[in-house]
């Protein structure tokens, strides 16, 4: 792999600079030169511009975890380990910092909640459990941020929100989308991970005041929030990796496209018996009407 860096940055750099800094001699990149590559090392090669390419798309957060996920979903073959290590070998690196650390010194977040969700990601009925998470979507102005609220029930997006800043402020809007469009009638459980958008005074004062109770994933623990993951790997495949966003409005526009007019309403889920998750709603509220 250094020796690609080289090969990469000739254009920039010396390569007998670039030999000294990595600790290798020009004589041996010269004959790497003259090798073919291995059908391993052109898959390492293929592998490893995927991994960079979904580390970008995740806003340089992902790490090696979250990105195997993101190349199995994909169709790739990879282990943790693989990814892990091309990942390390590319300088590729969950980015610190992603979630902010309260307090002067770090520590842990202002208000935590216990994961009383548990991975429970199947209910019987609407507006029982809700999910919300964050993820990023680059434009030419910059990056986008999107906060979702999903209905476990039917996996139907009840709410969302984007901002040119991820503050707690995103999360909240979301929320209160959600709220205002189901209105529902008693408690909902909201499981979020342990994001500072989650954890501060305003998201808990908003959810003792609409009658939400707070779960949270453990912390590092992405698989404790998978629907949410599973509908932005979903939206990034099918809509997201294939558009290119001028402008921060563009985005929010085919966002609106992709969840209010495909998604929501037409796409059709496996865990809702092919079913889009307004046509599944509907069909047990008529089952509900029945008696059934």
């Known amino acids: ?138 434009t030419h102005e910059g990056w986008s941020y999107l906060a979702v609220v999903i209905d476990l029930f039917s996996r139907r997006v009840v709410g969302w929100s984007m901002q040119s800043r991820m503050t707690s402020d995103l999360a909240l809007q979301a929320l209160l989308s959600a709220v205002w469009r189901r209105k529902p009638k008693h408690k909902v459980m909201i499981h979020s991970d342990q994001g500072s958008q989650f954890t501060g005074k305003e998201w808990q004062s908003f959810l003792n005041k609409h009658n939400l109770d707070a779960s949270m994933s453990r912390r590092g623990n992405c698989h404790d929030n998978a629907v949410a993951e599973s509908f932005f790997q979903l939206m990034k495949r099918e809509r997201i990796r294939r558009r290119t966003y001028t402008t921060r409005d563009a985005a929010r526009q085919d966002v609106f496209d992709y969840i209010e007019m495909f998604y929501n309403p037409t796409r059709k889920h496996t865990n809702n018996s092919m079913l889009s998750p307004i046509d599944y709603e509907m069909k047990q509220q008529k089952m509900n009407e029945a008696g059934v």
């Open 1 to 138: 792999m250094k020796y690609a860096f080289i090969e990469a940055h000739r254009a920039e750099f010396s390569v007998r600079s670039m030999c000294r800094v990595l600790a290798v001699h020009f004589s041996g990149f010269y004959a790497w030169l003259k090798e073919p590559l291995s059908l391993r090392a052109l898959e390492d090669a293929r592998q490893t511009e995927l991994i960079r390419q979904a580390w970008k798309d995740s806003g340089k957060v992902y790490g090696y975890r979250k990105l195997t996920d993101d190349l199995r979903d994909q169709g790739e073959t990879c282990s943790e380990n693989r990814v892990a290590r091309l990942a390390s070998l590319a300088g590729i690196a969950a980015q610190i910092g992603y979630k902010r650390r309260p307090g002067r010194y770090g520590g842990k977040p202002a208000i935590v909640a216990d994961n009383t969700l548990d991975r429970q990601f199947e209910v019987d009925a609407p507006d029982t459990v809700w999910v919300t998470d964050i993820t990023y979507i680059r």
